[in-house]
């Protein structure tokens, strides 16, 4: 068992690794060159994995393996939320939680055809099998372009623009094109405007998932389910086809709902699993081994719905561009650190015996806990960031700190009341009038009545209060600034117009 414990143990041990390296690797090298680094270093740990004839080759070759699916696991969700637009942006990245959801399929189904293989050819193919899903991912990175945000946060504001101008399928002088990376850069400004970066979703390791991933089939069997590989491969098939209701609803219902939703139900049913279980007890018949089946099923729906692949798509929006990667390198290592603890220490309380807990199905007690502690953790702290653009999230979290708190965490000190405007405002001189012609009698007469009527009116009005001619003063002075502006707004223009004329006749369209 303990064997069993740090082989699947130490590919998690490796994601950890790898995730605090994403980060300074993705911000120096880029997201899109970083990725296809990673899946070079994956490809050398299945290597190792495949040539290994003794378990110290084969924890090494997992190790490499695990530093590459670290650094994955990071830069991938956050290449998606940086290139897509704002309207598909949750449905592209819980694709990727898709993805994985359809590897652990082909892999449990790969498994059921191996397992009665006599030899080595019984892990090695399995782990072969590996290169092929990496051979994908790294064509597919190499039509792709990198992401416009991490070109602009590295002043590379016209490759930003050809990126853009490829993933939008838009002209590079398209107006909303030109707006969108305005809007990027404006804002990536504004957090360079307050301070450097520094290093500053473990949540859904705790819900348990994991222990069937990984012990599915030891803990059905523990349980007497008749023909456990194929129960844990008809828990792939739910947990995959469950993923799409995920994709279909995080757009219309929001990240917020649905992190409650789906940790409310899978709270409930571990629950009901521990405690049927519970008084049951350890010889379970069949009936109860059926009922013990369909609880685990609606569990995994309730996972893959919600926390398996809105987590992702949350950790990949929240954070500022500046420190985005750090911040995501942060959040994934604490996944894939619960991941370890979980992949190691299950059995030691699952299993019966010297120095084991004996905790068998009552375990879900923990994980249904945990749910518990999930939906508060998300109706308090997660914010709903659906339908909007990353800089405007950046804009949410901005107000929410400077309507609440300060970054220490301490009530930010009310401003004092400034002066008014008017006595630190200058009057503009005005031109002085040039000598009117004479008027004939007629056009004079004309011109008195109306002047005697304003001076009626005039007459029954009080005259006008400080805090009137102040706002005048104000609204004067707003209109020159409005001027200025647009003066500023044209010169600005006028060099864009002068760069594109000096790059010639180019066709920037994909």
């Not at 604490?334 to 004996?358: D, K, Q």
């Not at 001619?469 to 020159?480: A, K, V």
């Not at 002068?498 to 369209?509: E, P």
Request: aromatic residues 10%; proline residues 6%; hydrophobic residues 45%.
């Amino acid at each position: 068992m303990r064997q069993i414990s740090i082989i699947v143990a130490i590919l998690s041990a490796g994601t950890v690794l790898g995730s605090f390296v994403a980060a300074p690797v993705g911000d120096i090298f880029g997201r899109r060159r970083s990725l296809i680094g990673s899946v070079g270093v994956f490809s050398f740990g299945v290597v190792f994995q495949v040539c290994a004839h003794n378990i110290a080759l084969l924890l090494v070759g997992r190790f490499f393996a695990g530093v590459g699916v670290g650094i994955v696991s990071v830069l991938v969700p956050l290449y998606q939320s940086e290139m897509a637009p704002k309207w598909v942006r949750g449905t592209l990245v819980c694709a990727y939680q898709l993805s994985i959801t359809i590897g652990l399929l082909l892999a449990s189904a790969v498994n059921i055809l191996t397992y009665r293989i006599v030899g080595a050819a019984a892990y090695r193919i399995p782990m072969g099998l590996q290169l092929t899903w990496a051979c994908v991912l790294s064509l597919g990175l190499l039509v792709l372009p990198e992401t416009p945000r991490y070109l602009i946060k590295r002043g590379q504001k016209e490759a930003a623009a050809l990126s853009l101008s490829r993933l939008r399928r838009l002209d590079i002088t398209h107006p909303a094109l030109v707006e969108e990376l305005a809007e990027i850069e404006a804002n990536h400004e504004y957090e360079l405007a307050l301070g450097p970066d520094t290093y500053k979703d473990m949540l859904q390791q705790l819900t348990g998932v994991n222990f069937i991933m990984y012990y599915g089939t030891t803990f059905f069997e523990g349980a007497h389910v008749s023909n456990p590989f194929q129960i844990s491969l008809i828990v792939q098939v739910i947990n995959t086809v469950s993923t799409i209701p995920g994709l279909l609803v995080v757009e219309s219902w929001g990240r917020r709902k649905l992190l409650i939703v789906g940790a409310i139900g899978m709270a409930v049913c571990q629950l009901l699993i521990a405690s049927f279980t519970t008084v049951v007890g350890g010889t379970m018949p069949a009936t109860a081994s059926k009922i013990l089946v369909i609880f685990v099923a609606i569990y995994i729906f309730f996972f893959a719905a919600s926390w398996g692949p809105v987590t992702w798509v949350v950790t990949s929006e929240i954070y500022p561009l500046k420190v985005r990667a750090k911040s995501m390198s942060f959040s994934t290592a604490s996944n894939w650190l619960l991941n370890f603890g979980i992949a190691y220490g299950t059995p030691y309380l699952v299993e019966n015996g010297t120095g084991y807990a004996n905790l068998g199905a009552r375990v879900f007690f923990v994980w249904g806990a945990f749910c518990i502690v999930a939906v508060v953790f998300v109706w308090c702290m997660v914010y709903e960031t659906s339908k909007i653009s990353l800089e405007q999230i950046d804009e949410i979290f901005q107000q929410m700190r400077d309507f609440g708190f300060s970054d220490s965490g301490v009530q930010p000190q009310p401003l004092e009341p400034q002066q008014p405007l008017a006595h630190h405002q200058q009057q503009p001189p005005q031109p002085q009038s040039q000598p009117q012609p004479p008027l004939q009698p007629q056009q004079q007469q004309q011109q008195q009545q109306p002047q005697h009527r304003q001076d009626q009116k005039s007459a029954s009005q009080p005259p006008p209060s400080s805090q009137h001619r102040d706002f005048e003063t104000i609204r004067t002075s707003s209109t020159m600034t409005a001027h200025s502006d647009t003066a500023a707004s044209g010169t600005s223009s006028a060099q864009d117009d002068k760069i594109l004329a000096q790059m010639g006749h180019v066709d920037f369209s994909y």
